[in-house]
Structures are given as C-alpha cells and as structure tokens.
C-alpha cells in the first residue's frame, strides 16, 4: 500500500498503472476472495474518479514526452479492469454481479472514448441480460437501471452512433414498463423511471410505438396512491416528458388538455359542498370547445385506479392526485419543447382561480353534502394545494412572458382579491414573489395596478419592525448606556465597544425570540416586493404613497440595523439558522433602502444622510456580503452625494410657468398645493446647515472660505468706495468717536447713492449681473468719525443652474427688494466681540425695502461660510 503515499506527492503516469493494479487485486474479487463493501466500493469508485484511473491520456499541464511502454502498461492494466468486471457480472452471486454491475457504469463515465465506443456493445449486452431475468435481488435491478442511465446519457453524445443507439433503447422499454407495472419497492421504481426519462430526452424514437403504454403506467402509478410524495414528483416530470416521444405541437396540446380535464374532475368531488355547482361546468367549457368532442381520458383504458370505489373518490387521494398533475403542468410549461406551442392560458388561470377562491365555507344549502371531518381534512389539506396553485401561476407567467398582457388584468384582480384574505405565511411568501415578477417582467404598468396592495401589505407584515423593534431598542440602549456610565467601564475604550456588542446581541436575540405574528421570512419577502415596486415604479404616480414607503424602509432599517450586524463572533448565543435569517432580513431591507434612495423622484431623498451612514457602517463588516452589498450601494450613491451635471432647467425663472402646468389632477400630483411653487426642489427655504444642498450648487465643486480682501483693496475701497455698493450703516451699534455733523453729512450721501442705485434698478424686481457688480465679500470702512463703525454690503452668490445668463462663481450686490427673488442664505457681520448672526430669507424679506432709516438698521450681511457651525 506504499503505492499510495507515493501516488499522493507525484501524478506520474507510470503511478496510475500501479494504483489501478493495487484496486483490483486488493478490493475486486475473484472466486476465491469476498465482495467489497459498500464503503469498499465508494472508496473505490472516489479513487477512480479523483485521479482518472481509467482515462488512459496524459494531462495536458504535462508538457514531458510519455514513453509508450508506459501508455501500453495502462492499456493492459485498464484491459485487465475490463476483464474482471465482466466475471463478476457472469456470477451466480448477486452481490458480486452487484458490485460488477455498478463498476461497469462508473467504467462507462470514465474511460477513455476509443474504449467506451470499441467496448460498450458488449457492456450493453451484459446489462441487458440483467434487466431481463427475474432476478430478486432489488439492487442488482436499481444498480442495471443506474448503469444503463450512465451508457445512454454518454451515448447521446456521439452523434455518429444515434441509430445503434437507438435501436439498443427500443430493447429497454418494455422491461422498464413491466418493473414499473410490477414492482412496489420505491427503490427499483425510481432507478425505472430515471431510465426511461433518460430514454425519452435522448433517444426519443426509441419509445414512439409504446408511447400509450408508457402514458397508462405513469398515470396508474399517480393515481394509485401508494407512492410517496417524492416518487409523485418523479412520476409528474416522466409525465411531462411524454409530449416529447412525439415532438409535435397537437402531442403537447393533448396532454396538457387531458391533464387539465382531469384535475376538473378530481376537484368537483374534493369541492362538492364548498363551491357552486356551475365552476365545473364553466371549466369544461373553456377546455372543450363547442361542437367538438372531449379526449380520451388520460391513461386510456389502460389505466389502473384502485380497485376499492370509495377509497378512489378519497379526499386525500383526490388532492394528492391534483397536486401532482398540477406540478406536471408546471413542469410542461416552463421546460423547453422542440417546437413551439399554444398555451391555453384562461383555463389554466381558471384552474388557479378555482382553487384559490375556495375557503373551506359551507353555505347553508350545501351542508347537508359533507360531513364534519370531510370539512375539516379539506380545510388542513387546502393550503398546501393553493401553494402548488400559486406554483401554477407562477410557471405560466414564466412560460408565457410578454404574451401574458391580455390575461394581466384577470391575474391582477385575482391576487389582489386573495392577498386580501390570505394568512398562511408560505402563500404570502409565494404571493409577494409572484408580485415581484409581475413587476419585474411587465414594468410601470402592472405598477400603476399592484401599487397600493403590495403597499398595504407590507405595512401589516412590517409592522412589528417599526414598532416592536423601536420599543425593543430604546430599552436594551437604555440599559447598556446605564451599564456604560458605571466607573469600571469608563477607564478604558474597549469597554464601550463591549458594552456596544453586548446590547446589539441581547437586541437581535430577542427579535429572534419574540413572538411576532409575521414571521421573519414573510417580512423578507414584503421588503423584496417593495425593492422591485420602488425600482420600476417608484417615478410613477407615487405622490400618494412614495413618502409613507420612504420613511418605513429607514425606519425599519434603523431599527433592524442598530443592534449590530449578523456575525459569528457577536451572536454566539444565537442559532445558525436564526443567524442566516437575520443576515438575510437585513441584506433585503438595505437592498429596498437603497431602491429607496435610487428612485427617481422630483425632490432630494429626504432619509439620504441616515441611509448613507447606514451603508458606511454596514461597509466595515469585511468579508461579509453586507459589506459587498454596501460598498456597492455607496458606489451607486456616489451620484447623488457629487452630482456631475445641475439640471438644464432654469428654476429661478421658470419655476412659477413650469408649477402652472401641473395640477391636482395631474399624474404627478398628490394634491392641490404644486410641490414646485416652493423653489427649488420643492423646498421653501434651505437649509443653512444642510452641506448637501450647498455642494449641489457648487456644481461638484468643494465649497471654499470667500478669500479676504488684500491691504492695496481695502486702501481703495476707503479711498474710492464703489457706487455700486450699498451703504448700510449699523446704527444699533455704539459709534466711534466724532463730530455729529460729519456724520450727518455722511449719512445724507448715503441716502443720496440708495436713490441713484434704486433709479437705475430694473422694473419687475429683476436683477442683472455685470462685471462691475462682481465682487468679493469686504468690509468697507470710512475714514475720520466713522472708523470705528461697522458698514457692510449685501452680497448673494448666483449659481449658473439658476440663471443660464450669468456665468458661474458670480457674486450680485442686491438690496431690499431684489433679495425676495434669490433663494439661499446670509448672515449678518457684526464687531469684533460678538457672534455672527444667521438670517433666513423670510427674515430678509420682512425688512422693507423702501425705508433708509430701515436699511440704517439693517445688520451687515456678509456671505457665510457653509464650513462653519
């Protein structure tokens, strides 16, 4: 066994041989020496595969010339792997034909073309004897119908032996119908029908002239209920298959169209009491059209149902059999099909509305039909069949794509009257994802009409985060700040981050532990379904609603995210499985806040900081996919932080024409009052502190300190003082000391240039900028009595994407009535000594503007720096 240990460190082609020898004459027997066992054969079958023991070809990172003594001792040793095989599968003992019988198939996968093409005529011919003798071992038939799979699933790959292929299948199926007609044990069963699924997808002609047959043993198998749940499923794929033996579009018609008839039927007796007597009727209605005759039945006459009456009309059976042919419709309707097809659409949504509009009521004229316990088993076995109904329309949305849009109003209307009243936390799983797709696949459309349902439910799903949550977090934050401003945990600065772990744990364990009445899957499948609303319909008519889903995605972010993220080290004390479905719930509600903020809208997004500080937090969990996601949605934001381009629209001058255009009635209205007629954005008045609407007019530009003035300027603004600055003297301040009578005269001068400047302004209030206007924030003071009183300017910076005629950076000197018209903010200079005063615009503008003894009172306004406090 040294062999191995060598085989390990060195992948040379003179080991191979060797280990393929060591295989054989330690583990497959002769006549003298035992089976293998199971975990004998494993290990043989993982060596094989690990290091390619039977490919006979060298790898091709191997770049040193081969000797062909060396490939000519691998081809003797695979010949003597061949050789054994084949003694063990002409063995009378059925564990070493077993043994033989699963080498043969791993040997199939495994060997090098030239082998399995000269070789596999006579593996075939050993296998077919197998499946033909009675034999009573279970394994050695599952084992033949496994190795049989492999050969035919390679076999389809060689295109130049199709029709040898295909002949040697034709041998196959009528052995795989009797096993399937006669054995009960699940295990040779399922080995059967793996067999002949593989037979029908790659050699479908094989099957052609027993195609009834194998239609009446699936559907005998389904119909009997003696198969487990797993089995069904197997059986519905088989079944979905059948359609291909023929590849014609009437084929798939028929089948579809049988398959439907039947599920009227079984539900008519599972529903006799609970629904009114006509929806059978209509069903059939739409299936058969009139004048024209039903189809066979499906099985045909062929069909083996139970043999006991009552048990064949069973409730339990007659739902088992509605759900596995509604899964194989699924299954028809989302597989591809060599040609193309008509999909009978409004009967399969009738089928879908049918069974999810029953509820389980009896009405008082029906329930003398059904017995209490027979209301009672329908009632536990309902949701499961409403969920494969929901399936069922899910894989006609999928298989119908775009030519769903005259059936969208239908499919709307049903689920919004079935969210209404449905509770079970699985269908509203699954009707939240049947949402998303609708919006997904048919845009702004199905938005406009799914809006307010998807809306009103995520509210109620969603309640508990913006309520139990909040309630949750104060107290836990309470305590661990109580807790933190104890002296033993103030000495150092490890202790308050412990102190912050320690509350984000006891804060996500009792979430986990609550019990709330939504689960937490269901509130991952709500937020998903505003992630996609918001995405594709977020821009649309969403006056009414988008505020109210703006603020629950941040708040239920804050609280879901402020107890600390998912993650091994701080939640110990909780359940993996509870740790991956809070992970999970807090990458879904980031994902919709980062819709949220992304959606175009015609303001600012108001929760932009709090979603940003967020995502910055969420960054610093490296090597999570919370910290992938949110280093992505900082990217994404990166746009509304620095915009590169200010709209082409000029607001400042347009904006009481362009407010006109839209009233209430408007697709963009939420009510009378136009969010336009405020200003920009919507907003009446700035910020003063808001940084954010300070960079947005910057054009992406830092914001800097206006720069002071050097001493040659303020030797001529005291010398020569512009006319075009106006005057405002501070009288509310002590004057310096002086004669009464020059400042009298100074005064009146003053008085004289606001006239002058008034008489030059423009009617309409209207101000223009020149270059002579342009200027910098200065301070402007006099000589003799007033060089200790305080004179300032007006100065309001103009952004281009206000006025398209100015240039940027443009500083205009502005009075009384030409501020009402800017938008922005001021501030007030006052001496040394003293703190700067802010001023609002309406402050401004409540200050008349014709009065000089109110401009002489009137503070200095200087421009403020937007760096400041």
């Not at 200010?646 to 009510?671: A, K, R, Y």
């Not at 005269?745 to 206007?773: H, I, L, N």
Request: aromatic share 6%; proline share 5%; glycine share 6%.
């Amino acid at each position: 066994m040294a062999v191995f240990e060598y085989f390990d460190n060195m992948y040379d082609i003179r080991l191979k041989p060797k280990l393929l020898r060591s295989l054989i004459k330690d583990y497959l027997p002769d006549e003298k020496q035992p089976i293998p066992s199971p975990s004998q054969l494993s290990y043989i079958v993982s060596t094989i595969k690990t290091h390619g023991l039977l490919s006979e070809c060298v790898s091709s990172n191997n770049n040193e010339p081969v000797e062909q003594k060396h490939m000519d001792k691998w081809k003797t040793t695979v010949d003597s792997w061949v050789e054994r095989l084949l003694l063990l599968t002409s063995s009378k003992m059925p564990d070493k034909i077993w043994a033989g019988i699963c080498l043969i198939g791993v040997t199939c996968q495994e060997c090098s073309v030239d082998r399995f093409v000269a070789s596999y005529s006579l593996w075939f011919q050993k296998l077919h004897s197998q499946i033909q003798s009675s034999s009573d071992s279970h394994f050695v038939k599952v084992a033949t119908c496994a190795s049989l799979s492999d050969m035919f699933t390679r076999l389809a790959g060689f295109s130049t032996m199709k029709k040898d292929a295909t002949n040697n299948a034709g041998k196959l199926t009528q052995p795989i119908l009797k096993q399937l007609a006669e054995e009960s044990s699940e295990a040779v069963l399922d080995g059967a029908v793996d067999l002949l699924c593989t037979l029908i997808k790659y050699f479908p002609a094989s099957v052609h002239r027993l195609y009834d047959s194998v239609e009446a043993v699936i559907v005998s198998k389904i119909m009997s209920g003696k198969c487990s749940a797993v089995m069904l499923k197997k059986f519905a794929d088989c079944l979905a298959l059948l359609p291909k033996i023929r590849g014609d579009e009437e084929s798939w018609s028929l089948v579809m169209q049988k398959i439907l008839i039947s599920v009227n039927g079984y539900l008519t007796d599972a529903f006799q009491g609970l629904e009114e007597d006509s929806a059978s009727r209509e069903f059939l209605r739409l299936l058969v059209l009139p004048g024209k005759e039903p189809p066979p039945p499906l099985g045909g006459n062929l069909s083996v149902r139970t043999s006991n009456p009552a048990e064949n009309r069973s409730e339990k059976l007659l739902l088992s059999r509605v759900s596995t042919l509604m899964l194989c419709c699924c299954t028809m309707l989302t597989n591809p099909y060599p040609v193309q097809v008509t999909i009978p659409v409004r009967p399969l949504l009738a089928l879908v509305k049918r069974v999810l509009l029953v509820d389980g009521s009896l009405s008082e004229a029906l329930m003398p039909f059904m017995t209490v316990m027979q209301q009672e088993f329908i009632c536990s076995e309902l949701p499961v069949l409403q969920l494969n109904s929901l399936d069922l329309l899910t894989a006609i949305i999928k298989g119908v794509r775009s030519q769903l849009l005259p059936y969208a109003a239908d499919v709307v209307r049903l689920l919004t009257k079935y969210f209404k009243r449905c509770a079970f936390p699985p269908l509203r799983i699954k009707v939240y994802s049947i949402t998303k797709i609708l919006l997904i696949s048919m845009g702004v459309g199905m938005a406009l009409y799914l809006a307010q349902e998807v809306i009103n439910n995520a509210f109620v799903d969603l309640v508990s985060l913006r309520n139990e949550n909040s309630v949750a977090s104060s107290s836990i934050n309470a305590k661990a700040a109580t807790d933190l401003n104890q002296p033993g945990n103030r000495k150092r600065k490890h202790g308050t981050v412990r102190g912050d772990q320690q509350s984000g744990v006891n804060l996500e364990v009792a979430l986990l532990k609550s019990k709330s009445a939504t689960p937490i899957s269901v509130q991952i499948a709500a937020l998903q379904a505003l992630e996609a609303l918001l995405t594709v319909g977020g821009a649309l008519r969403s006056e009414c609603w988008r505020s109210n889903i703006d603020l629950l995605l941040i708040t239920v972010a804050t609280n879901v995210c402020d107890g600390g993220w998912a993650s091994e080290d701080k939640n110990a004390s909780v359940s993996s499985g509870e740790q991956r479905t809070w992970a999970n719930l807090q990458l879904a509600v980031l994902h919709a806040l980062l819709a949220s903020l992304l959606s175009p809208s015609r303001v600012c997004p108001p929760y932009l900081s709090r979603g940003l500080e967020l995502f910055r937090r969420g960054k610093q969990e490296t090597g999570t996919k919370l910290a992938e996601f949110c280093a992505h949605a900082l990217r994404a934001l990166e746009v509304l932080i620095h915009p590169r381009a200010l709209p082409m629209t000029d607001f400042s001058s347009t904006h009481e024409t362009f407010g006109q255009g839209f009233n209430q009635d408007n697709i963009f209205s939420s009510s009378k009052q136009n969010r336009f007629s405020g200003g920009i954005l919507g907003m009446t008045e700035p910020d003063p502190d808001d940084d954010l609407y300070e960079s947005w007019l910057g054009n992406g530009e830092e914001t800097e300190a206006p720069v002071k003035n050097t001493d040659q300027e303020m030797k001529d603004a005291m010398v020569e003082p512009s006319t075009k600055e106006i005057q405002l003297t501070a009288t509310d301040y002590p004057a310096g000391k002086g004669d009464g009578k020059g400042v009298a005269e100074e005064e009146k001068r003053d008085k004289f240039v606001v006239e002058s400047e008034r008489a030059q302004a423009p009617s309409g209030g209207d101000v223009g900028t020149t270059g002579e206007a342009v200027m910098e924030p200065t301070i402007s003071v006099g000589v003799g009595e007033r060089e200790n009183k305080t004179t300032n300017k007006v100065i309001v910076a103009e952004s281009s994407a206000l006025d398209p005629n100015s240039k940027d950076g443009v500083t205009t000197v502005m009075e009384g009535n030409q501020m009402k018209s800017s938008k922005g903010v001021i501030s007030a200079a006052v001496p040394s000594g003293d703190t700067p005063k802010t001023l609002s615009w309406k402050q401004i503008e409540r200050q008349p503007g014709d009065d000089d003894s109110d401009l002489d009172s009137c503070p200095d306004i200087v421009y403020a720096d937007p760096d400041s406090d």
